[in-house]
């Protein structure tokens, strides 16, 4: 798919359906898309194109049709009476975008609370769960479902539209979400009786196809009891991949290592899934070489071992080694070999190198980047209290102590300057004119979270500062070296200021002070 460069506008064209002329995204204009979404493509009777439907006419003949009705009758027709006149097209006026619109010949009158149309529907009667009486037991297990119908009259649906209603007053669920929950409830529920259970497999495709919203729908579900998530896990699909192509005895052994990493045992607590990944990236290059002459662990010996580690260097010899470590002294403490050949090498100390502080020049372009208030703020939170991306995105509203000038990321209370505090207030002044609904507290949202309750993922909170040299991370690198340099290189200092591990807060000690001798050696100009 072609990437277009940042900034880039489509120029104006045609509609690939209706032929119409204008400024709109896509191929199609967005009539002719959502006139698309409705109804499927075949042949039109009129033009002869295949294009989507109704009535066995394309939406272009329908445009015809109806402006040949209102140069008859001077005045807009109803569906009935154009659909007469189809069959009567022979050519097409050409249009620009948006001229067909159908509006009322009038302008409707003004409700009570000022908005035009029609009044505002009620919400649905409250309901309960359908109460089973007597009913005959099904024969057979519960078979799929034809989820190409709409249920529209259920006690089932009536009860679903209820609860569907107070999630969506609970948590910000705008007009349109709430009507295409209320698509998907109809059609997943089409036939549901008592007892059945709707599987996430079963609905995934159907709700996908007509793009309805399978989370909110899903959360509908839940409440009600009804619902099964029966689709594999992301952990399941990737691990698999990961195993492919190793010999079988040492593909069952380095499943078990890494179920155990992220289960946990006996013995071991569990890893994050994050820590998980890793590992099994760092050995799986070893065990691929390994089992084309080797079935199981057991047959690796150290100078194996040796061998293959001679290849790597650097950074990349310590990740690796430290993994295979992990697994041959699980392998060993299970009885699955009888000699562990990674004891006894040195994985070495790291190295690391001198951290160096970011150019004025790096810091500024990073700052111009940050245009809208939910950068400025991520991107102070970031550069001046050092916090780290997944602590930016787990702040909650409760935090946030403004009349203390208070506020507290990942458990430390931390005081507010002047800087964080206007681009704060200016935040929450967006978040509340954006999203006057929401029932997510935490502090930074998003169009996907604020009708949810989780959190915004990393690549969100980073996506501003990507493709910069000063990125989120080397910002809050640069802020506790700066206070490095700025109050001495005291270890202690940094840990209490910043809560650091104590090996942390001596690198960056270290790297402080030889900044600060480079500095003094410097001859003076």
Known sequence: ??????????????????????????????TCYMFGRGHDAAVCTGCRRDQPL??????????????????????PMDETDVRGRLAAVRHHQLFFVGMHYRRRPTLAARTRGGRRGATRK????????????????????????????????????????????????????????????????????TGHVEGDVIRHTEIFAPLRALDLPVGHTVTVL?????????????????????????????????????RLLRDGGPRSLPRREGTVWLYLNRVRPALLEWSNPYDHLREVTRDDVLTYIKTLHGHQRHDQLVALRSLFTWAKRN????????????????EYAVLQPLVPEQVDRSVAAATTPATRLILALAAVHAARVAQIANLMLDDLDIGNRRLTIAGRVRPLDELTLKLLLDWLEHRRNRWPNTAN??????????????????HWISASMR?????????????QLEEALTHGPDPLHLAEVFGLDEKTAMRYADSARALLHQAAEQPLQ
């Not at 277009?4 to 967005?30: E, M």
């Not at 034809?146 to 249920?151: F, I, K, M, Q």
């Open 1 to 30: 798919m072609a990437r277009f460069p940042k900034g880039y506008v489509k120029p104006t064209d045609s509609c690939d359906s209706c032929l119409a002329w204008g400024n709109f995204s896509g191929r199609l204009c967005p």
């Open 54 to 75: 109704k009535w066995n006419y394309c939406r272009l003949c329908w445009c015809q049709a109806r402006l040949n009705a209102k140069a008859v009758v001077g005045r």
């Open 122 to 189: 009620p919400p649905p009667a409250p309901a309960r769960r359908p109460d089973p009486g007597w009913r005959q037991l099904p024969l057979f297990a519960q078979i799929p479902r034809d989820y190409s119908r709409l249920a529209l009259a259920s006690p089932w649906l009536a009860w679903a539209k209820y609860l569907a209603h107070r999630l969506a007053e609970t948590r910000g669920w705008g007009r349109n979400i709430r009507f295409a929950v209320n698509r998907g409830l109809a059609l997943v529920l």
């Open 222 to 258: 839940d409440k009600m009891g009804i619902f099964e998530d029966d689709s594999e896990p992301s952990f399941e699909r990737w691990l698999a991949e990961r195993l492919e192509g190793l010999a079988p005895g040492i593909r069952s052994e380095a499943e078990r290592w890494t």
């Open 335 to 350: 009885g699955l070999i009888f000699r562990n050949p990674t004891s006894r090498i040195k994985v070495g100390q790291y």
């Open 441 to 458: 507290l935490h502090l930074l949202i998003n169009n996907q979270t604020a009708t949810r309750t989780s959190r915004a993922s990393n």
């Open 467 to 479: 493709g910069q040299d000063a990125t989120l991370e080397r910002l809050r690198v640069d802020r």
